[in-house]
T-cell receptor
Framework: GNSVTQMEGPVTLSEEAFLTINCTYT??????LFWYVQYPGEGLQLLLK?????DKGSNKGFEATYRKETTSFHLEKGSVQVSDSAVYFC????????????FGQGTTLQVKP | GAVVSQHPSRVICKSGTSVKIECRSL??????MFWYRQFPKQSLMLMAT?????????EQGVEKDKFLINHASLTLSTLTVTSAHPEDSSFYIC??????????????FGAGTRLSVL
C-alpha cells in the first residue's frame, strides 16, 4: 500500500541555517505530494504541494520538488527563522483521488536564535 | 484561505461518558470531511471519511460503533466518542475538502481537540 517516510527529528538549527527535511514515498500510479506544517497548538496548514513529476512546490521560502525517479519530495529552505519552528508533515494522496491523505510521522524543527 | 473550526479544543471527561466533537467549514461547502487521530509524537492516522448525507467510511481497525460520525450538512460533521475510556485519550483532528467553491481536493484542517478520559 501507499506509505510516506520522513527523517526522524527533532531537527535543531540556528537561525539562517539551511534546512532539508527528507521525505520518500511508496505509491502506485501518480500520487500528489504535500507538505503540511503544524505550529504549536494549531491545526495543520498546507505549506506546498506538487501534483506531477518534476513539479516544484514553493511557499514562504520553502521548496520541494517531486522526484519520481527517487520517489522523494524533500523539503528545503535556504535560511530558516525562529518562527519556522513547528512540526512538518509530508503526505501523499493516491492517484485514485478518493481524497485520502497518507501522512509521514512528522519532523519537529526547532530553530534557535 | 479556507477556515475549518473545530470545537471544543480540549475536553476532559469521566470514563464511560460520551463526548461530541464538532467540525465546521466556515466559508466553503465541505463535500467530504475526514477525521484523524494523532498520538503523541506520531503521525495522523485516518479514522474515517464522511460525505455529506451518506454513511461514513471507516478505516480498518476503527470501531464504527465507538466513533460515531455524522455529516448532516455541507458545513458540519460531528464525531462522537461513545462510552469513552482512558485509551481513547488522544488528539482528534478533522479536515474538510471541497470540490466546489474552495480549492478542489485540498484538505483544510481544524485546530484539533485534545480528549482526556479520566
Amino acid at each position: 500500500g501507499n506509505s510516506v517516510t520522513q527523517m526522524e527529528g527533532p531537527v535543531t538549527l540556528s537561525e539562517e541555517a539551511f534546512l532539508t527535511i527528507n521525505c520518500t514515498y511508496t505509491a502506485t500510479g501518480y500520487p500528489s505530494l504535500f507538505w503540511y506544517v503544524q505550529y504549536p497548538g494549531e491545526g495543520l496548514q498546507l505549506l506546498l504541494k506538487a501534483t506531477k513529476a518534476d513539479d516544484k512546490g514553493s511557499n514562504k521560502g520553502f521548496e520541494a520538488t517531486y522526484r519520481k525517479e527517487t520517489t522523494s519530495f524533500h523539503l528545503e529552505k535556504g535560511s530558516v527563522q525562529v518562527s519556522d519552528s513547528a512540526v512538518y508533515f509530508c503526505a501523499l494522496r493516491g492517484s485514485g483521488n478518493t481524497g485520502k491523505l497518507i501522512f509521514g510521522q512528522g519532523t519537529t524543527l526547532q530553530v534557535k536564535p | 484561505g479556507a477556515v475549518v473550526s473545530q470545537h471544543p479544543s480540549r475536553v476532559i471527561c469521566k470514563s464511560g461518558t460520551s463526548v461530541k466533537i464538532e467540525c465546521r467549514s466556515l466559508d466553503f461547502q465541505a463535500t467530504t470531511m475526514f477525521w484523524y487521530r494523532q498520538f503523541p509524537k506520531q503521525s495522523l492516522m485516518l479514522m474515517a471519511t464522511s460525505n455529506e448525507g451518506s454513511k461514513a467510511t471507516y478505516e480498518q481497525g476503527v470501531e464504527k460503533d465507538k466513533f460515531l460520525i455524522n455529516h448532516a450538512s455541507l458545513t458540519l460533521s460531528t464525531l462522537t466518542v461513545t462510552s469513552a475510556h482512558p485509551e481513547d485519550s488522544s488528539f482528534y483532528i478533522c479536515s474538510a475538502s471541497s470540490g466546489l467553491g474552495g480549492r478542489p481536493n485540498i484538505q483544510y484542517f481544524g485546530a484539533g481537540t485534545r480528549l482526556s478520559v479520566l
